[in-house]
């Protein structure tokens, strides 16, 4: 199982490298977990740790060009997690510890936050299935409704926004992201019926 987890993270990063936006979305959910568990260890204010592994993410993001797969995709998210929270703590004057978190201390950390969220291996099995039908029904998207659904759910842009970007009235964006919901629900719908 953890052999196929680092597979679909492998999968995930070359992916996010080819300009498939859709794939780091699905790669933040994947370990979103255990980057807010490495940040909390050094920040305390949930609030503010929350912010710090954002940050890391988008520093991951911004770097994932240069991942070249010479160790895992979670060790390496782990190390920027790790400077990304003693780079915060030194800006803001405080001084970072100093020994780092180690991966499996994180992972432990992360295990704990999801137990607490009542998470089984059958629901993370079911999430990861939940994330390779979203992959691949974004995928099968015409392009139009594609960049629409990506430009809103994974940047985050309002509707003006990417009816500028895509340069098309307003209807016609929320048309295609209409359509594009209604595409990936279709595909989701069978995984979610056998849950019920």
């Not at 770097?63 to 995709?73: E, L």
Request: hydrophobic share 40%; with cysteine.
């Amino acid at each position: 199982m953890a052999d196929e987890l680092q597979d679909l993270d492998r999968e995930l990063v070359a992916r996010v490298q080819r300009g498939d936006k859709a794939a780091f979305d699905v790669l933040v959910r994947r370990h979103q977990h255990r980057v807010a568990g490495v940040v909390s260890r050094y920040i305390a204010d949930w609030s503010e740790a929350q912010d710090v592994a954002q940050e890391a993410f988008i520093r991951a993001y911004r770097a994932i060009g240069n991942f070249r797969g010479d160790a895992q995709f979670s060790t390496w998210l782990h190390r920027i997690a790790v400077n990304t929270a003693k780079n915060h703590l030194v800006s803001l004057g405080r001084r970072p510890p100093m020994s780092d978190i180690d991966a499996d201390e994180a992972g432990r950390h992360a295990v704990g936050e999801r137990l607490r969220d009542n998470d089984t291996p059958e629901r993370e099995l079911l999430r990861d299935e939940i994330e390779r039908t979203v992959l691949a029904a974004v995928e099968a998207l015409p392009e139009e409704l594609r960049e629409a659904i990506t430009l809103r759910e994974v940047e985050g842009l309002g509707y003006e926004a990417i009816a500028s970007r895509m340069q098309c009235p307003i209807g016609t964006v929320r048309s295609r992201i209409f359509r594009a919901r209604e595409a990936i629900d279709a595909k989701l719908a069978p995984l979610l019926d056998d849950t019920r």
